[in-house]
């Protein structure tokens, strides 16, 4: 090329050589391509997207209140509680094909969070621990399901209205359906691009923040309004003394100087794909803090990631355009990223006990 400078490759050897790297080069981005396609089918990518968002997949029924009803049955009165004041309880839980069958990511886990979130919202679930757990997996074997994100919420159903009600019923929910990728497919490979909201995190004493509550990410869809409009993929919310929180709806993480770090669960939600993250950093060797740290950390960080059950594990490649570390996935991405979708797709054995399969 006209300006570069170059080599002139004179001899056999020197040939051989070149083409050998070369072809090494694109042996190793067909092998992380031929990877991610794996993951995709494996998580249940359909590919089927309108205005750049993926569509939802219809399933066959939806589990309400103890028994199943068609997709399209599955409603509620115009005037349920929830819809109108946003109390309630939910969860976003992940389904995998695994090796010959299929398994849900920690399931207990995530039950138990629900029942966690709706104790702090004094409500009362009306059916026990196992009981929303074997209706979760007959969810899914009864849509026939391989691979899914499913989605039980609970509610506070129609009677009296107003901030305070003592007798409206407590309904609940179980839906499953096809979803890939929620950050897209290039963004899980090459990582995305993310800005800092003006919007600032839930104070602890204004949201409880354990809590998974649906009126809570009103928050979060303002932070992702105004991002997406700015033209970036997600938004980093700050928390109110101004240090890093997480993403709209995920953790976060930065590595640097081979040290990484997260937000520790202040103003945040307890993430479940977080804790099983530093789980396998910690016992890979790695250094794992807990601590507060502030936006130019994130910028000078070497790596950054989020984190969540939608989200999966999903690089940063940009801040505020500030180009974080290569711009790529680094190695310790790219580490702790095979290691998860190993594990959820029933390739490693020690992790067994993660995985309820179906």
Not at 125 to 133: A, G, W
Not at 184 to 198: A, F, Q
Request: net charge positive; aromatic share 10%; glycine share 10%.
């Amino acid at each position: 090329m006209r300006g570069l400078p170059h080599k002139k490759l004179t001899t056999h050897a020197e040939c051989c050589y070149s083409g050998y790297a070369v072809a090494k080069g694109l042996m190793r981005r067909v092998n992380q391509i031929l990877r991610f396609a794996q993951n995709d089918r494996e998580r249940g990518f359909s590919g089927e997207k309108s205005g750049g968002l993926e569509m939802l997949k219809e399933a066959e029924k939806i589990w309400m209140d103890g028994q199943f009803v068609n997709w399209k049955d599955a409603r509620v009165h115009v005037l349920t509680h929830t819809l109108h004041y946003g109390v309630g309880a939910f969860e976003g839980i992940r389904c995998y094909k695994a090796g010959d069958g299929s398994a849900i990511f920690r399931l207990d886990d995530h039950v138990e969070r629900l029942f966690t979130s709706a104790h702090i919202m004094s409500i009362e679930i009306p059916y026990t621990r196992d009981e929303i757990k074997e209706a979760i997996k007959e969810t899914v074997r009864i849509n026939r399901l391989d691979a899914c994100y499913i989605r039980p919420i609970v509610y506070v159903g129609y009677g009296s209205m107003g901030l305070y009600v003592e007798d409206n019923p407590i309904n609940v929910a179980i839906a499953a359906w096809t979803w890939g990728s929620y950050l897209g497919d290039e963004g899980l490979k090459k990582g995305i691009r993310v800005k800092i909201s003006s919007f600032t995190r839930h104070h602890v004493n204004i949201s409880m923040t354990r809590a998974k509550v649906p009126g809570y990410y009103v928050n979060s869809i303002l932070a992702k309004k105004e991002v997406k409009a700015a033209g970036y993929d997600e938004a980093v919310l700050l928390d109110p003394d101004g240090y890093v929180a997480e993403g709209s709806g995920e953790n976060i993480f930065i590595v640097r100087k081979g040290i990484m770090k997260t937000t520790p669960l202040t103003s945040i939600l307890a993430g479940i794909t977080r804790e099983s993250i530093i789980h396998l950093a910690r016992e890979m060797g790695m250094t794992v803090v807990e601590e507060r740290f502030t936006r130019d950390d994130l910028y000078i960080a070497d790596e950054a990631f989020l984190t969540g059950t939608a989200a999966e594990l999903t690089p940063i490649r940009e801040v505020d355009n500030r180009v974080i570390g290569t711009g790529k996935p680094g190695p310790v991405t790219q580490r702790l990223q095979d290691a998860f979708f190993n594990i959820v797709q029933g390739r490693e054995k020690r992790y067994k006990d993660w995985l309820t399969y179906l």
